[in-house]
């Protein structure tokens, strides 16, 4: 059974942090329906869908994914790097016991969990404007103990590693190479985006099928060539947020 925590859209959405986009005016009821459409895509999946509860006067609340890394083992109830969010993480704290012995990252370093891609028993930790040295240590010496090391992963250009790289198969990962060096991930097969869309490196797989926005056909024609089963969703108002398919939850199994 998978677990798919979520958060509702705050009505001041259009208030969110943004660091490579220009402000363009959001639609929050599109959104809030582009939000839906995405639980139920999740919900048709398997996916038991739990809301955690509103944050109105969080802009970015529904982005759940920055606020705990949840591992098979272990969550870790993360710290984000914008001060705006930190009012996110009270109501994750509180839910995440009921799945997993659930940890805390204490300051004053921070995390984004949009940064943090778990493959196997290596944690890849963007440096991003949001994850600092400080939070990257801390949740080292928080997973050490159990069986993880913590790799960090130069970006550029995008909010987070996950803007970057993504997992898309058993032994595979979609990367846009302009953002963050392949290198690290030398031992995984890879399909890059298209060069004409820089943002289509984020997709989330669930089972054996991937959500994946519908703004990136070229990239999702590569993925379908190597073999990827895609569902298209419209994201459009959450990407003017600087928000994508994995960011809008905390997918585990139960
Ligand atoms: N608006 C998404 C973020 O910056 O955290």
Redesign the pocket.
Known sequence: MWIALTREVSPTLGA????HLARDPIDVARARRQHVAYEEALGSLGCEVNRLPPLPDH??AV?VE?TALVLPEVAVVLR?G?AS?RGETASVAKALPAWRPTLALEGPGSV?G?DLLALGKTVYVGRSG?SDEAGAEELRRQLVPWGYRVERVALSGC?HLKSAVTRVGPETLLLNPAWVDPAPFASWQRIEVAPEEPHAANALRVGELLLYPEAYPATRRRLEAAGCRVLPLDLSELAK???AVT?CSLLFEA
Do not use: I, Q, V, Y
């Not at 969110?16 to 660091?19: P, R």
């Open positions: 969110c942090e943004l660091t802009p970015d982005f920055d984000p914008a969010r984004d949009g949001r909010l947020a600087e928000g960011c």
